[in-house]
């Protein structure tokens, strides 16, 4: 059984910065992309960064230049640094992993952290 943690969200000002965190653990035999979605109240799930195993990364147009993905392919762990937080980046943020793992590859998703921007 394949588990993401996440970890690092909270409440921050406009203007601030948080990082958050995931791991992967489980039986994992490749991570082919990892990253991170996120889902404001009443919008659908969208993408915000994701970072494939040769190391490159998608960004959504909305955090381009102000958040960056990173990953330690050796530990399965992606971060993401988010900096210059805006109120419309409140929403529950989900690690994201396309893997595979005893033959089957698929899609895992994290339980989301909260991330809140307001003054």
């Known amino acids: 059984q394949v588990q993401l943690v996440e970890s690092g969200g909270g409440l921050v000002q406009p203007g601030g910065s948080l990082r958050l965190s995931c791991a992967a653990s489980?039986?994992?035999?490749?991570?082919?992309?990892m990253g991170w979605y996120r889902q404001a109240p009443g919008k659908q799930r969208e993408l915000v960064a994701v970072?494939?195993?040769?190391?490159?990364?998608n960004y959504a147009d909305s955090v381009r230049g102000r958040f960056t993905v990173s990953r330690d392919n050796a530990k399965n762990t992606v971060s993401l640094q988010m900096n210059s937080l805006k109120p419309e980046d409140t929403a529950v943020y989900f690690c994201?992993?396309?893997?595979?793992?005893?033959?089957?590859?698929?899609?895992?998703w994290g339980q989301g952290t909260q991330v809140t921007v307001s003054s």
């Open positions: 994201y992993a396309d893997l595979a793992g005893r033959g089957v590859r698929y899609d895992k």
């Open positions: 489980g039986n994992i035999f490749t991570i082919y992309n």
């Open positions: 970072m494939s195993n040769n190391g490159r990364p």
